[in-house]
């Protein structure tokens, strides 16, 4: 059983396309991530949801959504494409906000063309 | 704000001998946690070893172990008897304990090559 696990892997779309990401957690976690890794390799938080309330939400634009229908689940749907958005896609659960490691999902690689 | 640096791009270690990877944080906090993760080529991010601030002994899990030290705000990590399958990127990363710390903050990096 995958503790986290994302899909799809890997998307490529064009620009101005809409996608989702979608995130579960098998682990009984209260905390849900998104983490963007860059092309350098240079992973930075976008979101964190604590038993489905955002809590963290770093300087991206709105035109990511996260969702979190509950607390095993946390989507990302991404509106208007663009280039600048090709990057691999983390999704990461732990036990609590300030309690624990990460456990990571296996990535989603998005290229926008 | 927290910052982690990890100041070797890439490191590369003959199979069997030992490597220490780097990382330096800033913080104000007194109570944090430290850890080390691996990415190989698969991207999954994979623990390796945790540290919690306010524990004076370092962790140690197998082969790999860290020398934390708290008053220089360094978090190293020694690779013993490396393998392999040790090859991989290297994350330094830090969580603090209260606040809107909650997130992982993590350095840019470190690629280990493995020499057979």
């Known amino acids: 059983d995958t503790a986290v696990s994302q899909t799809p892997k890997y998307l490529v779309t064009q620009m101005g396309n809409d996608k989702s990401i979608k995130c579960e957690q098998n682990?009984?976690?209260?905390?849900m991530y998104w983490y963007k890794q860059d092309s350098k390799k240079f992973l930075k938080i976008m979101f964190s949801?604590?038993?489905?309330?955002?809590?963290i939400n770093e300087t991206v634009p709105n035109r990511f959504s996260p969702k979190s229908p509950d607390k095993a689940h946390l989507n990302l749907h991404i509106n208007s494409l663009e280039l600048g958005d090709s990057a691999v896609y983390f999704c990461?659960?732990?036990?609590?906000?300030?309690?624990?490691?990460?456990?990571f999902g296996e990535g989603s690689r998005l290229t926008v063309l | 704000a927290q910052t982690v640096t990890q100041s070797q791009p890439e490191m590369s270690v003959q199979e069997a001998e030992t490597v220490t990877l780097s990382c330096t944080y800033d913080?104000?906090?007194?109570?944090?946690?430290l850890f080390w993760y691996k990415q190989p080529p698969s991207r999954q991010m994979i623990l390796v070893i945790r540290?919690?601030?306010?524990?004076?002994q370092n962790a140690t899990e197998n082969r790999f172990s860290v020398n934390f030290q708290k008053a220089a705000k360094s978090f190293s990590l020694k690779i013993s008897d490396s393998q392999l399958g040790d090859a991989a990127m290297y994350f330094c990363?830090?969580?603090?304990?209260?606040?809107?710390?909650?997130?992982?903050?993590f350095g840019k990096g470190t690629k280990l090559s493995v020499k057979p």
């Open positions: 990461a659960s732990s036990r609590g906000p300030f309690t624990g490691e990460l456990f």
């Open positions: 682990l009984g976690h209260d905390t």
């Open positions: 949801y604590n038993n489905k309330e955002l809590i």
């Open positions: 913080t104000s906090e007194s109570d944090y946690y």
């Open positions: 540290q919690e601030a306010y524990k004076q």
């Open positions: 990363a830090y969580k603090g304990v209260g606040g809107s710390q909650g997130n992982l903050i």
